[in-house]
């Protein structure tokens, strides 16, 4: 299951390599592959945030393998988005780098939150799991702020499509609030009783 979940995940990056070697690039490559390869961390992001709630609410135990490998491709893609823009949109100017991270708010943001998921990335292994006990879960409660921080950082760097990008926001609060387990009881009742999780 893992190979074959990285080997899914892995396929919109062999799709851009397609289509930049096959079309050429356009007019703003930089812009182009910083948009995608954002939009594509944030989606995997959601989808490793929406394993739980689908679990609690059906049988789809089958999902609970693809939260970890969900979580770290979203990582994956998060940590090319940063380094496009570092490298590529940057050049490694570092004065440039600390000049944006002060003025623009979208860009300490998606810092922030790539700070955040590092952790949880190099710690999303049973042996760090097992040594750090409870400690494990409290850490990787980073994920809800890591991926606000995501869906702000992509409504923020929109600048005038606000509205039309706030749905990420949207979306990542939904899930999170699918955490409350009260809602969960709530929405069981309008499951088919085959489908509706044994207490």
């Known amino acids: 299951m893992r190979y074959f979940g990285w080997s899914l995940g892995l396929l919109p990056i062999l799709w851009l390599i397609y289509v930049f070697s096959v079309h050429g690039s356009g007019p703003n490559p930089v812009t182009d592959v910083l948009h995608l390869t954002g939009?594509?961390?944030?989606?995997?992001?959601m989808g490793s945030l929406a394993v739980r709630p689908l679990v609690q609410l059906g049988k789809w135990?089958?999902?609970?393998?693809?939260?970890?490998?969900?979580?770290?491709?979203g990582f994956f893609y998060g940590a090319i988005h940063s380094l496009i823009y570092m490298a590529l949109d940057q050049g490694w100017d570092w004065g440039e780098l600390a000049d944006?991270?002060?003025?623009?708010?979208?860009?300490?943001?998606?810092?922030?939150a790539l700070a955040c998921l590092i952790p949880l990335a190099l710690t999303s292994?049973?042996?760090?799991?097992?040594?750090?006990?409870?400690?494990?879960?409290?850490?990787?409660?980073?994920?809800?702020?890591?991926?606000?921080?995501?869906?702000?950082?992509?409504?923020?760097?929109r600048k005038t499509a606000y509205a039309e990008a706030s749905w990420a926001l949207v979306i990542t609060?939904?899930?999170?609030?699918?955490?409350?387990?009260?809602?969960?009881?709530?929405?069981?009742?309008?499951?088919?009783?085959?489908?509706?999780?044994?207490?």
């Open 39 to 45: 939009l594509w961390g944030m989606g995997f992001l």
């Open 61 to 73: 135990r089958a999902l609970q393998s693809w939260k970890k490998i969900l979580g770290l491709l």
């Open 100 to 112: 944006d991270f002060t003025k623009r708010i979208h860009i300490r943001f998606g810092m922030i």
């Open 125 to 157: 292994n049973l042996w760090s799991q097992k040594k750090l006990g409870r400690k494990w879960k409290t850490l990787h409660a980073l994920v809800f702020p890591a991926v606000l921080l995501v869906g702000l950082h992509y409504m923020l760097a």
């Open 173 to 199: 609060g939904f899930l999170i609030l699918l955490r409350w387990k009260p809602l969960i009881l709530r929405l069981q009742k309008f499951l088919p009783p085959s489908r509706r999780k044994k207490s």
